[in-house]
């Protein structure tokens, strides 16, 4: 059973920054979602086992960076210039498969709340 553990959310004022990490009990290719109230789940980032692929959703390119430490087991989201509409719950996820971790990951965290005020 893979296990998903974020940590990091908080509140922040908007232009401030945030970094969450998850950390996984194993080395898997592995993806940030989130999830705003009243929205679907959106893709967010995702990165390779290697590092050596990433991906981001438009909305956040250039504002958010995606990173790991394979020793450590262990994601990060750096998130930078927040906007309000960057509030929601933020879900780490993972999966064996890079073509499916941005989209259908098998493993889920429990998320963690992001709130950025005005």
């Known amino acids: 059973q893979v296990q998903l553990v974020e940590s990091g959310g908080g509140s922040v004022q908007a232009g401030g920054s945030l970094r969450l990490s998850c950390a996984a009990s194993?080395?898997?290719?592995m993806g940030w979602f989130r999830q705003a109230p009243g929205k679907e789940r959106e893709f967010v980032a995702a990165i390779s086992w290697s590092a050596g692929r990433t991906y981001y959703a438009d909305s956040v390119k250039d504002r958010f960076t995606i990173s790991r430490d394979n020793a450590k087991n262990t994601v990060y989201l750096q998130m930078n210039s927040l906007k309000p509409e960057d509030t929601a719950v933020y879900y780490c996820?993972?999966?064996?498969?890079?073509?499916?971790?941005?989209?259908?990951?098998?493993?889920w965290g429990q998320g963690t709340q992001v709130t950025v005020s005005s």
């Open positions: 996820a993972a999966d064996a498969s890079i073509l499916v971790v941005s989209s259908r990951p098998a493993y």
């Open positions: 194993g080395v898997y290719h």
